[in-house]
């Protein structure tokens, strides 16, 4: 639906620690760095999701965002990924059948404050 999000850090270094492991089990990597600028991507090698350190603005506002997992077990290596990072868990992996049967989800927060999700529609 969309072609790229960026999202701005407090602390850049905190967010691509965090991002890389609860990615990673996705295939998602960074792909491009400039400066203060990270491009993360998929196996097609182009970045869609970018981090950057806060330049503008005031104070942040919490976003969400969800990223597609191929199935229930890689949902659940994020969430695992999340507790060794020692992350804030906002709902442990689990069935959201008031979304639609087969809803299956973890979500959890950033560095910054931001509601991340794993979610798969299988």
Not at 27 to 45: H, T
Not at 73 to 89: F, K, N, P, S, Y
Request: proline share 6%; net charge negative.
């Amino acid at each position: 639906m969309f072609d790229h999000l960026s999202v701005q850090c407090d602390n850049l270094d905190a967010s691509r620690r965090f991002y890389e492991a609860v990615l990673g089990p996705l295939g998602i990597k960074v792909a491009m760095e400039f400066g203060d600028v990270l491009g993360l991507s998929g196996a097609d090698g182009v970045p869609k999701f970018w981090l950057g350190k806060q330049t503008t603005g005031g104070v942040q506002r919490e976003i969400h965002v969800a990223f597609t997992a191929p199935d229930r077990a890689t949902v659940d290596q994020i969430h695992d990924a999340v507790q060794e990072l020692g992350a804030e868990v906002l709902h442990a992996p689990k069935e959201w059948p008031e979304y639609h049967p087969g809803y299956y989800a973890v979500f959890m927060r950033d560095p910054d404050g931001n509601n991340v999700e794993a979610v798969t529609h299988s």
